[in-house]
């Protein structure tokens, strides 16, 4: 068996991602950061991650895998506020303008937690894995990967699926699309997101970096509520 650092020997959810799921995403032209995978086009980066679960044990280990897009024009956006924040070399779910549990994402594709054990073969249980991201979450991340396939998947997921709630947009990934239509138009959708984040951000009262952004999407379009 490999052994890793110090000549230990690693866990059944290290070997997991070793055998069954870091070799088909490096052929997708996925880097790995630890449990973190991620794909840059141009200056926006797609991810998928697998956390392990608090009773992760050598023999065993409990999977959530969320997905992510990290997008570099909502991101220099807010360096005016976090001036010295930088651009991750390989983005984490927790750095991403957008982010979700799988189970949330895309409804019934994966179990909430994918279940690794040392006595169970990994191939069928990397298989069905794989197949969910060839069919589904791949596609997902490909398009949004473009400021306006970002744009227009987080302007639909809101529409669909409204705020909060099981894979509605949080406030801060609604923020994040009007900061793409503060910058790319239309202004009538703007207006209408705008609208409503102040509704939300009004029974919010500790919400103060979200009103930080959003009081610089009006420095963008003043009068924009007019």
Known sequence: ???????????VGARFLRTEIEPFLRSKKFTRRREAFGKWVAMNCGVVQFLPGRLTERERCDFEVDIGVFNRRIFEFDTVLNPTAKVPVLPEVVDCHWRKPLYWAIPGLLPDFLPIRSKIPFQDQGLQVRSAFESRVLP??????TDEGFKDFLMREWRERGMW???GLSGFELISLAVLLAELGP???????????HKELAE?????????RLARIHELRPGLMD
């Open 1 to 11: 068996m490999t052994t890793g650092p110090a000549g230990k020997v690693p866990g």
């Open 140 to 145: 997902l991340l490909d398009q949004a990967m």
């Open 165 to 167: 709630g099981s894979g």
């Open 187 to 197: 202004m009538d959708q703007l207006v209408m997101v705008v609208d409503a984040l």
């Open 204 to 212: 919010m009262p500790h919400a103060t970096l979200a009103m930080r």
